[in-house]
């Protein structure tokens, strides 16, 4: 059964339509993920019933549901009748004849399909260690220690909300800015308006402009030109000139947020995501380092310097573009 397995991936290779391929058995996603867990209701009445035969193998009410669960979920939504589950079931049976008209053909003992099998062994047997050294899951306690560890990784530092406009000249900038001061503005809202209008409709660097001068957040600690007014503006209210490459700058500053550290339940998805891909890596590196110092491993270094590695083709409408002709740069023209 392992064997038909394997030849079904082959034999998917070769067929044609999306909906066709996702009617193979699905692997794991990723290395070290675990395989599907049985389904709750597997010993229920009606799961070994015979929803079809293809050459006198069963498939069962059962498998078939499994298939169904293993597409995206997108996919699902389109199997809701029961005319497109026909359907479905249909291209599932048509991949099972392609696969066993593989396997009659031998394909099953192509180096292939054997290393395909190989590959699905690894990821099985990963799965497997991780589940029996708890490695799938991160509780509570472990997640706290954690954080409790890396807690400047979560530091968040102070930040600015900026907008900025760009002038030609000091001059320039300095009278903007004094365009904008000269206005009292009673709340920072409308402040904003009136220096992004100046910014849009003023500022000499035209990608600032074409954003009305919004620059977006800036964090403290940043190596930004102009660092000291971004930090030193009051907010509501507009820096100095300062300048950098683009020209002269003046800066307004319309949010502010202090540094701070977030609390353990702001972060929990990305901890546990990252406590959990870590555990994964030392438990793999711990199994494989254990197994390469089980086994008797011979490398033969001759043979392995006489290895070549062909080298990289482009794409064949690539290499028939017609070639450039190579300019002398000592003609002048």
């Given at each position: 059964?392992?064997?038909?397995?394997?030849?079904?991936?082959?034999?998917?290779?070769?067929l044609?339509?999306?909906l066709l391929?996702?009617c193979?058995?699905?692997?794991?996603?990723?290395?070290?993920?675990?395989p599907r867990p049985e389904?709750a209701d597997e010993?229920?009445?009606?799961?070994?019933?015979v929803?079809a035969?293809v050459?006198?193998?069963?498939i069962?009410?059962?498998?078939f549901?499994?298939r169904?669960?293993s597409?995206?979920?997108?996919?699902?939504?389109?199997l809701?009748?029961?005319?497109?589950r026909?359907?479905?079931l249909?291209?599932?049976v048509?991949f099972?004849v392609?696969?066993d008209a593989?396997?009659?053909a031998?394909?099953?003992q192509?180096?292939?399909v054997?290393?395909?099998?190989?590959e699905v062994?690894v990821?099985?047997?990963?799965?497997?260690?991780?589940?029996?050294e708890?490695g799938a899951a991160v509780?509570?306690?472990?997640?706290?220690?954690y954080?409790?560890?890396?807690r400047?990784?979560?530091a968040?530092?102070?930040r600015?909300?900026?907008?900025e406009?760009?002038?030609e000249?000091?001059?320039?900038?300095e009278?903007?800015?004094?365009?904008?001061v000269?206005?009292?503005?009673?709340t920072?809202?409308?402040a904003l308006?009136?220096f992004?209008?100046l910014?849009?409709q003023?500022?000499?660097?035209r990608?600032?402009?074409?954003?009305?001068g919004?620059?977006?957040w800036?964090e403290?600690?940043?190596?930004?030109?102009?660092?000291?007014?971004?930090?030193?503006t009051?907010?509501?209210q507009a820096?100095p000139p300062?300048?950098?490459?683009?020209?002269w700058?003046?800066?307004?500053?319309a949010?502010?947020?202090?540094?701070?550290?977030?609390?353990?339940s702001?972060?929990?998805?990305?901890?546990?995501?990252?406590?959990?891909?870590?555990?994964k890596r030392?438990l793999?590196?711990?199994?494989?380092e254990?197994?390469m110092?089980?086994?008797?491993?011979?490398?033969?270094?001759?043979v392995l310097a006489d290895?070549?590695?062909?080298?990289?083709r482009l794409?064949a409408?690539?290499r028939?573009?017609?070639?450039l002709?190579v300019r002398d740069?000592?003609s002048?023209?």
């Amino acid at each position: 059964m392992m064997m038909k397995n394997a030849t079904i991936q082959l034999a998917g290779m070769v067929l044609s339509g999306a909906l066709l391929v996702a009617c193979a058995p699905q692997k794991p996603s990723a290395e070290g993920d675990a395989p599907r867990p049985e389904r709750a209701d597997e010993g229920a009445p009606g799961q070994d019933q015979v929803v079809a035969r293809v050459n006198g193998e069963a498939i069962t009410r059962a498998e078939f549901e499994r298939r169904i669960e293993s597409l995206a979920p997108h996919a699902r939504a389109r199997l809701q009748s029961p005319e497109q589950r026909e359907d479905f079931l249909k291209s599932v049976v048509q991949f099972e004849v392609m696969a066993d008209a593989a396997e009659e053909a031998g394909l099953g003992q192509s180096p292939q399909v054997r290393h395909a099998m190989r590959e699905v062994m690894v990821r099985l047997m990963l799965a497997e260690h991780l589940r029996e050294e708890g490695g799938a899951a991160v509780g509570d306690e472990e997640l706290q220690a954690y954080y409790d560890a890396h807690r400047a990784d979560f530091a968040r530092p102070a930040r600015r909300m900026v907008y900025e406009l760009v002038a030609e000249t000091r001059e320039e900038a300095e009278r903007l800015r004094r365009r904008f001061v000269e206005e009292a503005y009673p709340t920072t809202e409308k402040a904003l308006h009136a220096f992004a209008e100046l910014a849009g409709q003023y500022s000499f660097d035209r990608k600032t402009g074409d954003r009305s001068g919004a620059r977006g957040w800036v964090e403290a600690g940043q190596p930004v030109a102009g660092a000291d007014a971004l930090f030193e503006t009051p907010v509501g209210q507009a820096s100095p000139p300062y300048e950098d490459e683009r020209g002269w700058v003046v800066v307004f500053v319309a949010e502010e947020e202090p540094a701070r550290q977030p609390m353990l339940s702001e972060v929990e998805r990305e901890l546990r995501t990252r406590l959990l891909e870590e555990k994964k890596r030392r438990l793999r590196t711990e199994l494989v380092e254990r197994l390469m110092a089980e086994a008797t491993i011979e490398i033969d270094e001759e043979v392995l310097a006489d290895v070549q590695a062909p080298e990289p083709r482009l794409p064949a409408r690539l290499r028939d573009l017609p070639r450039l002709p190579v300019r002398d740069q000592g003609s002048g023209d």
